[in-house]
Nanobody
Framework: QVQLVESGGGLVQAGGSLRLSCAAS????????MGWFRQAPGKEREFVAA????????YYADSVKGRFTISRDNAKNTVYLQMNSLKAEDTAVYYC???????????????WGQGTQVTVSS
């Protein structure tokens, strides 16, 4: 079992930055690939970014490439999402997830956090 708790969301102006954190419980954090997803009101949950167990590989949705950076610290059982040059369309609830497969598919992730709200004002 892995429990995930996101933090760092909030209200920011367009062009600003936020860093989300996702703290994981348990001793097996380093055995999971991690992903960030988001869901805006009235829309389906969408993939944002993923990182391999070791942190050696990352992958991003086209909509955030060049603006967002995913990273992880296995010693701290934490994955991060640094979000720069935020746009109004980035407004959503952001979720972190843990899974055995390095993928963009939400259905392949086993454990999910409760989400943190990010609101970007234009």
């Amino acid at each position: 079992q892995v429990q995930l708790v996101e933090s760092g969301g909030g209200l920011v102006q367009a062009g600003g930055s936020l860093r989300l954190s996702c703290a994981a419980s348990g001793r097996t954090f380093s055995s999971y690939n991690m992903g960030w997803f988001r869901q805006a009101p009235g829309k389906e949950r969408e993939f944002v970014a993923a990182i391999r167990r070791s942190g050696g590989s990352t992958y991003y949705a086209d909509s955030v490439k060049g603006r967002f950076t995913i990273s992880r610290d296995n010693a701290k059982n934490t994955v991060y999402l640094q979000m720069n040059s935020l746009k109004a369309e980035d407004t959503a609830v952001y979720y972190c997830a843990a899974g055995a497969v390095f993928t963009t598919a939400s259905t392949s992730y086993t454990y999910w956090g409760q989400g943190t709200q990010v609101t970007v004002s234009s």
